[in-house]
């Protein structure tokens, strides 16, 4: 309890007082860093001397809010701090002193979403969180990134509405709000309105996760702002629905539900990044594909299968974010792939961009390839394993086709003071992968680096090089359509895809 | 209890209500009605807190700032060349037969009017920058690049002339800047030369610069007359054809030019458009 | 079939055409109205779900009158806030696009977003 | 297009009520068939423990205001970033020539505002201050102050009230409250009962009353100030 008010107050008293003394805004985001590192490190030694834990705020007993410190907490708030020191020592005060307070504020409501353990706590942090992350999106005004704002807001205002209806019904028939209290009440009852209301509230989640039917606003919204707000958007604030649905199925068996959507996911997003031809375009659709993945994880319903989906959530939160880092500092975010050769990429972009794509392609001693093994490992369903096999393989082929020409084909060019922190930035990813050694322990991470497992997960990106070999020429002419984007069909998506969840959970 | 049943029913019509609106201010007006009512039903059933709110910030902030915003956007922006007698501005007032005509289409679809005159060159940047809602002052098809457009029917008649020196006709001929030669038969493309204005035009011809030149009726009248100096002697006048002079509205609104069809169609009809242009174009 | 069925029912029907009127009207006033609509249905819903026919207003230490359960009224107090919050937000949003583009008509809007998007890239 | 006589209507139109009302089915499908939790409920629990704090008598209040005082919280940050986003926005070039539309001049509005205004401040005021003990509560209060300032924009002129309510000196206090809540809700987790029930001299309910009152008064009028200075303009 400690930890999450240290962390949260540290980053509102942050925000605050850099929007109120805008001269020492770059000191006082600093400092409210600080404040939640050392509420992070409580967290932490708190959780490794009692295990995972559910307090309420405020001793009330039953009636206060609850809390919960587990490791999908640890690992989305640890992800939090660290992407919160890279982009701050990216921008390092060249933004006006109201960015910096949007940024405090959008970091309280992520760390404050990690320890939430109570369904109205999640939806006010929640639409904090967008309401805040609206405002960055349109922050410089440009007419295009307004509307993509706009879209953003009112999509995400009615997924929120429909998470209130459902909350209705679950509360009605639970009588609580506290998710341990839920799953008490709720031990044996099988109810149609207990399953539409918990169908309700995963379609509003999903909104918020990135998942491909709900989130159609997610490609505009992400490639159209600001290189360290779609760094975080995408890195961070996807993965609040995320969590959310992590809660949520702590009391409810939503594993068929899950499996079937972290399929649809992962496939789609990895479908509209090929075919898409602005890096962050395409880096935003990838961030749709990689949902999918952390989907199958909580989809596995297994203690194990959510600390795979959460070590993923994390590490993806770090390469998601190096990846925008790298190609917003080169200023290419939004040219087309095929016309960047005459362009010139600094060498601390090019080292960004290899690192984040061969983790994001799971290539062995980088961190996605032990997270995405570890779920491969406890994914029950054979369907579901080789949904995971495509979802890999549209990786592959994706990412060669942003990094390859940015890598190889432009020239390199020095690199100023900013782009250290995308180098060091780097380097952290890199280094990332020690965690999954210290959190899963040398048995495990043995059996991970079995020789069953390499020649799998080293396959795919070969064949997926050979494939982009062979059909560059005309998988350039393709080009995504922008229909399904537009404010009104991603409305009606969201509405099929409710329809979609509501069969699934009657179905099975 | 059955109140609030009652109440509920109100709420599902005022619901409905709001979506059927065409002005905005009444739909806004709607949805203020269907907060306080939604309001009262909090009341009565027990939970005076969210009346309170809901009625402070749902009845009164939300309906302040939709009316605060809401522009009194009844303005129908008319952008037009000066040509009297169509329209045109004497001693600061306007007049013209396209006026009354604006005028009483305006009062119809319950819109202020307001006319705005501006040079020809920038009669289609200014519709292309969605800034004017209507072109006037004796405008005809083809009388401006097309591709921007959409044509209403036409009021009155006139026809397109070409004056030109005889013997001499078809060597360098003049047309007016937007003009698209393609739609003047008998005028080919090249050795055009574009003018800003039928005045410098005239001039033109009249000191041998050009050999010929092509005009409609309505123009011609009034700019002789302006300008004071008669066609030099020996010019012939061949009409090329009819022409329907009319308005021209901006390519995506068809609403609008409906409106306006129907509203030209139906003075036609009863009679009040030749009164109207006889009191003008004796 | 008590009334307070009946009074939820007509909410989320409420909830319905405000819904439809999101999505098809063109205006993006009207969008914004019926998303207004929409979120106000929705608090209705939530605190009709729980209520039972005869509740009294919680205030006041008399005990052994039915009270109407303050649970769902605070927490929609909330969210009458946040919806404001929303509105405030997507008007500011919606005047800064006027001023650009001069139209409400969405898909105009959406053709001219697309088109500026390119035009500034390439 | 699918046309009906007079009427075509687009496919999609017809796709999108059909998914709308078999949502609205299903939705009130689970509202007749669902049952009612008999099973502990927090909510009764609140009636019964919230009337034992010192003169509390509005259980809601007890609710928003005590144990649950962090989604309060969160709630006042709301209603900062929608006020901030507003603020950021102000520099926005207002196209508006003064003299062409002006606020309404009737000589009812103006004469009526002087004797008006201080009514609607004491009601708001008021409910700010009785949120514990009858309905209404700080944010009703500071909204209907808000409104209230713009009755005098209405009467005075807008230039004259933005003068005379500062928001950007106010902007400072409607800070400092935010640390005040955020104060509370750090001693309100550690200490509850020493602060909500013998906390000698002020009563931290009165502290939380005024200080959402307050915030919320401020935003409001920043955000009626910003649409009365931008209006006509959608």
Redesign the interface.
Known sequence: MIALLLGVGAYLSGGILSLLFTRHRYRFSLLSWVGALTGISLAVSGFLDSGSVVRTLGRWGILGIEIKIDETTLLFAGLVVILNFFTLIYIRGSKKGSFYCLYNFLLASTFSIAFSHDLFNLYVTIEFMSLVSILLIGYERKAYQIYAGAKYLIISSLAMSLYLIGLGFVYRVGGNLGIRELARSLEGIEEFSLSLGLGLMVAGLAVKGGIFLFSMWLPDAHSYSATVVSALLSGMAVKSGLIGIIRLSEFVDLCQLLLVLGALTGIAGGVFALVSHRPKKILAHSTISQVGYILLGIGTGTPAGILAASLHLFFHGLFKALLFLSVGAAGIGGNDIEGVKELSVPWTSKVGLLVGSVSIMAIPPFNKYFSKTLLAEHVNQEWAWFSMLVIGLGTALYTLKLSWPLIVETRTNGADGRDIAVAAFALAVGLSSFLAWVILGNAEMAKLLSWHHLYVYLAIPIVGGLVLLGFRKNLNRLTAPYFPFSLENSLVSLFTGFLVIELVLIVF | MTMIILFSVLLLCLSVAVLLQDRLLNAVILLGVFSLVSSVVYFLIGAPDVAVTEGAIGVAFVTFIYVLALSDQGKLHVIAEEVPPFLFQEKGELQGAELELLKGFADEINLELEVEFVGHRDLTSLIGGRRADLIAGAYFPGFLAQEELSNSNGYNQGQLAKIHRPAREGEKMGILAETDPSSIDGVREEGLTRFGSLNDMIKAYNDERISGFVSDSGRMSTALFRINTPLREESEIDTLGEIEYGFAVSAGEEDLLEELDDYLDELARSGELDELLSGYFR | ?S???????????????????????R?????????????????????????K?G???????V?GVQ????????????????????????????????????????????G???R??EE??? | MISMGRYSVSLKAVYVVLVIALFGGLTIGAIVTGGRAEVSRVGSLYLEKGFEFPNIENAVFGVYGMYRFYDTLFELLIFATAVLGITIFSDLESSLDSEKSGLVESHVVSASASFLYPAIAVFGIYLAFSAHQGPGGGFAGGVIGGTGILLLALARGAEETGRKFREDSMKRVEYLVLFIALLIVVLGAFYPDTIYRNLPGISVITVVNISIGLKVFIGTWAILHFFVKHRGEV
């Open positions: 079939m009334a307070n069925l009946i009074v939820s029912a007509i909410s989320i029907v409420i909830v319905c055409v405000g819904v439809i009127g999101l999505i098809l009207k205006n993006l006033l009207l969008k914004l109205l019926s998303l207004n609509i929409v979120n106000t249905a929705t608090i209705l819903f939530f605190v009709l779900i729980v209520y026919p509740d009294r207003a919680p205030i006041g230490p005990t009270f109407a359960d303050p649970l769902p009224q605070a927490l929609v107090l909330t969210s009458i806030v946040i919806n404001f919050g929303v509105l405030a937000l997507s008007l500011l949003f919606t005047m800064v696009l006027v001023k650009r583009y001069h139209t409400l008509d969405l898909r105009k809007i959406e001219f977003v697309k500026e998007f500034e890239k390439s």
